[in-house]
């Protein structure tokens, strides 16, 4: 079992960065692959980015490419979304996520934290 709790959120004006941190338990944590995903207002969930359980392989989503950067440390069981340049189309809510058997699936889900972009 693993919990994944978000932070970091809040609201920032356009061109302006945030970091986001997911911290999990358990103790497996270093196998998985971890994603971050968000949700605008009236929106379906979208992917934004993902990274491997080494931290050597990162995917991401077209839109945020180029901005964002994520990454991860296995010792403190944390992992990070750097966002810069942000836009306001990149207002929602972010999740992080786990998927335990690198299978693009993802088991488990943080509560999410909001992020608000002022033009």
């Known amino acids: 079992q693993v919990q994944l709790v978000e932070s970091g959120g809040g609201l920032v004006q356009a061109g302006g960065s945030l970091r986001l941190s997911c911290a999990a338990s358990?103790?497996?944590?270093?196998?998985?692959?971890m994603g971050w995903f968000r949700q605008a207002p009236g929106k379906e969930r979208e992917f934004v980015a993902r990274?491997?359980?080494?931290?050597?392989?990162?995917y991401y989503a077209d839109s945020v490419k180029g901005r964002f950067t994520i990454s991860r440390d296995n010792r403190k069981n944390m992992v990070y979304l750097q966002m810069n340049s942000l836009k306001s189309d990149d207002t929602a809510i972010y999740y992080c996520?786990?998927?335990?058997?690198?299978?693009?699936?993802?088991?488990?889900w943080g509560q999410g934290t909001q992020v608000t972009v002022s033009s």
């Open positions: 996520a786990a998927d335990q058997n690198a299978s693009g699936s993802y088991d488990y």
């Open positions: 990274i491997s359980w080494s931290g050597r392989d990162t």
């Open positions: 358990g103790r497996t944590f270093s196998r998985y692959a």
